[in-house]
């Protein structure tokens, strides 16, 4: 295997090669174990046991995706130095085809485990090492999702360390068929549901991958009587599957007798559990396209608006009016930065509503062209272009009819789109792309902007007459840096909702993180703070998370602060000096870290109780810890 090995590398790798190709680091790391959250998710266990089993070993062990891209390192700290001058770390690629024959690149190269000791790697920059690594592969598929490397000095060697690299690879797969057969069985909780609402129709379920795992006693029967040209004459459901792209389904290569409107995407609190195929009995009306955001379990009965995470004046008065503006038929503008949870005040309005169970659709106006915006929104006949689907397809005013439609970035609605917008919202009526007849529609509107429409309608880029139509009432959601109360309610929130789509436990956080969080201004709101977490949570391990672990944007102090000009300008106009206006910002910090929690705010700070008093009222802080204070309870 070796000697296949050298002859595949030679001539394509340069064999005086010293390390790896330096590593991806910050935003391009996190895309990168994001995009493997599945196996991070299931490696942290055996990842987290490396940092005691590997102690004076002199060996790490390292966690690869299927390119040979390193996720994780973990195992002997003396080995650190070494690691890092042969770029064996977190980011750097070791496929064979760009580090010669090494045991990470040369497993998944082969798909079989393998030990390289010395001089048999390839490139003499790394002939100092012994590794031996096994790929780790799907247990749903058997395709390989990446390998697990342990890796040290020549003097380190041991002809054990392959046993252990297939004992941990095998404990890696067992945690995710463990986790597949969670989400399976959720999925088929919800498909026992559905049945009772779906009559004579077929009904066919698949998992996130996309196969078929379940189907009622109707399936087969409907869909004979559909699939029976051409490619798909004699196809059963086992041989049907449903092609994803990122975790969603695509609709670009399903069989032709297929309409994509028959799709539905099961969500269980953000995440994708499968989807369903329902086939409709032809004597049965065409069902509209919609996902399904399912209900949170233990949540029925419960006011959607009680969900929304928030304490801090400003967010209960606008959760306050909305709950008054969901009463409600008339169309709703939601105004705010981007980030700060429109989407979700959009769900809340529909839920809180007068039909909770109609269709909810969302769709983002400017994340199309003005010839796709136009398709999605109108819907289209068969032929009413080139490359039009067979049958025509469901525009969403019509799939959203007797339920609600948000539309989010509606100031990124081409000018000449905004007419027939503003049609619809007269008339009731939807004429669907290439069709004469118009169909009678109802629906709610809410539109939700980061931009000022006044002003875009003062510029000519926004029709005045559309504007008045869709902000009868509009709400202001505040920023996150107005309520950097509510951090420390946010951070716990969130990092229980990602540490359960990981499958971890959810980590302590340390003081300096939260301290280092309420420093930021958050220019991209909630959304950047999830994101944040994530990749703490993500690169932090079993341990607390700390301020070192959040991403080096946030560690820059000059980084989305507002500027330290334009905060010496504010605390020189409140009569303070520079090292007073420090001072007031260190002690906001540690406030905001311990919650208004005066003796231990003293204490970090290295304070007496009554100086810190003196210094509150010096620099007007107690309305801010009586804030802090309310929000803890």
Known sequence: MIDDSWRRCHGAVDPSREQALPPVQDDALHDLLVTNADLVRASAGVMASARDFLSETGTVMVLTDTSGSILSVQGDTKLRDPSEKIHLMPGANWAEGSCGTNAIGTALQIGQPIQIHAGEHFCSGIKRWSCSASVIRNPTNNAILG?????????????????LAVAAAGRIENR???????????????????????????????DRHGRPVKANERAAEVMSSMAHTGDSAGLGIRDLTLPCRQGEPSTENIPEWIDANWIETIRIKG??????????????????????????????????????????????????????????????????????GKDAFAQ????TGRNPKAPFLALNCGGFSRDLLSSELFGYTEGAFTGARRGGMTGKFEAADGGTLFLDEIGEMPLDLQPHLLRVLETGEVYRIGENSPRKVSFRLITATNRDLKEEVREGRFRMDLYYRIAVTSLRLPALRDRLEDLPLLVDYLLADIAGRYDVPVPAVAPSFLARLGAHQWPGNIRELR????????????????????????????????????????????????????????????????????????????????????????????DRVSRLRATRG
């Open 271 to 340: 995440q994708r559990l499968g989807s369903f195929l329902v086939l409709p009995d032809k004597s049965a009306t065409m069902r509209r396209s919609r996902v399904r955001v399912l209900p949170t379990p233990g949540a029925a009965g419960t006011d959607a608006f009680d969900t929304l995470v928030g304490e801090a004046p400003a967010y209960l008065s606008a959760v306050e009016r909305a709950r008054l503006l969901a009463r409600s038929t008339a169309p709703v503008l939601l105004l705010g930065e981007t980030g700060v």
């Open 147 to 163: 390998a697990i490397d342990i890796s040290g000095l020549t003097t380190s060697y041991s002809r054990h360390s392959l046993a």
């Open 348 to 351: 809340a309005f529909h839920a």
């Open 531 to 622: 994101n944040a977490l994530e990749g703490a949570l993500l690169i932090g391990g079993n341990g607390p998370l700390e301020a070192k672990h959040l991403p080096s944007d946030l560690l820059d102090d000059d980084f989305g602060t507002g500027g330290t000009d334009e905060s010496l300008t504010q605390g020189e106009a409140d009569g303070l000096t520079p090292l007073e206006i420090a001072e007031k910002d260190a002690i906001e910090r540690v406030l905001l870290a311990n919650q208004g929690n005066l003796a231990s705010v003293a204490r970090e700070l290295g304070l007496a109780k009554s100086t810190l008093y003196v210094k509150l009222d010096r620099f007007g802080l107690r």
């Open 176 to 206: 995710l068929a463990r986790r597949e057969l969670t989400l399976r069985y959720r999925l088929l909780n919800h498909y026992l549901e559905r049945l009772s609402g779906i009559g004579n129709d077929g009904l066919i379920v698949f």
